[in-house]
């Protein structure tokens, strides 16, 4: 489904969440309307029918309006009130006394402002920010999910950086398939009702999650790049959605070139030392940091809490610039 993107390398230590500046995200692929990967939510789907059943086979759709809907309900939804066969996409009830009928009134008039903003920003600049949408509930067990990821390491996790850096950073690839918690995420978080409304899209399916875990101390830039160029499925409505665990500023955030998901795909680049892959025929990736000294380019950043989220196209190119 993709290639690898790094060499593989692993080596056993302790971490601690104490430690990191930013350190773990999660990022959610989404695609829209022609793949059929993996789905994005399916209340009714246990965990071992996730692990038994075909990536073909699992398919939900979801309104664009749903994305409204998550953002005022993202302060109630948790992992302890998301069951089986459960939506938590259910309009509130009618039976509301006046005083919180006029606060949900007030709530979906902001959520609905947000979710229109999201979505110029999005056509406009190929990236967008989605505030408070994700649960502190759902937080927290990712917290500790990537723990247990770092502690139960899959066949594609990566270490990157010389073996004797004090500090990690360290990756990993669909924990959804193989950790409970992460599954529990992908199939009931709002990450898919998020895309669908910032991309306008009536579908969504599930692609894959990747982890990574960056501590303070790591110097390691990621280089310029389009996710899209890493991946074997083409399209306009590919979109990732990043979900930050840790509070991110100006200092340690990527950066993305607004208006690049327009620009065709570029040759991807390895992140352990920023060099091209071989042996594809895509262009060379434009030397963003001289268009960036040139004044040609206003690099796009946002200061994120957990619970904010990005959703970008996987055309837009992003990065982080060396600390």
């Not at 500046?21 to 965990?47: H, K, M, Y």
């Amino acid at each position: 489904m993709m290639s690898i993107l790094f060499p593989y390398a692993q080596r056993t230590k302790q971490h601690s969440l104490l430690q990191r500046e930013f350190g773990l995200r999660l990022s959610l692929l989404v695609l829209s309307t022609f793949l059929t990967l993996c789905a994005a939510i399916v209340p009714t789907i246990s965990q071992s029918k996730l692990h038994s059943t075909s990536r073909r086979e699992l398919l939900t759709s979801i309104p664009a309006a749903a994305l409204s809907l998550a953002l005022v309900r993202a302060t109630n939804l948790s992992p302890l009130n998301v069951k089986s066969g459960s939506s938590w996409l259910a309009t509130p009830g009618a039976q509301q006394l006046p005083s919180v009928a006029s606060a949900l009134a007030a709530q979906n008039t902001a959520a609905a402002a947000a979710a229109a903003a999201a979505r110029a920003a999005y056509a406009r600049d190929g990236v967008a920010v989605v505030r408070g949408v994700v649960s502190y509930g759902w937080i927290q067990l990712l917290r500790d999910a990537a723990e247990e990821a770092q502690d139960d390491p899959g066949e594609s996790a990566q270490y990157l950086g010389a073996a004797t850096d004090a500090a990690t950073f360290f990756t990993d690839l669909e924990m959804a398939r193989r950790l409970p918690s992460f599954a529990a995420f992908a199939l009931h978080g709002p990450c898919a009702a998020v895309a669908a409304g910032v991309t306008q899209s009536n579908s969504v399916r599930y692609l894959y999650d990747q982890l990574f875990v960056k501590e303070h101390g790591v110097t390691l830039p990621t280089p310029w790049h389009q996710d899209g160029g890493y991946w074997r499925v083409k399209g306009a409505q590919l979109s990732s959605v990043f979900v930050p665990l840790d509070p991110v500023s100006t200092d340690n955030c990527l950066s993305f070139v607004p208006g690049s998901h327009r620009w065709p795909l570029h040759n991807p680049m390895h992140f352990a030392d920023g060099t091209q892959y071989s042996g594809t025929s895509l262009p060379q990736m434009p030397d963003v940091d001289a268009m960036v000294a040139a004044g040609a380019v206003n690099l796009k950043q946002f200061e994120l809490q957990p619970g904010d989220v990005l959703v970008f196209s996987s055309s837009t190119v992003h990065g982080e610039r060396q600390r």
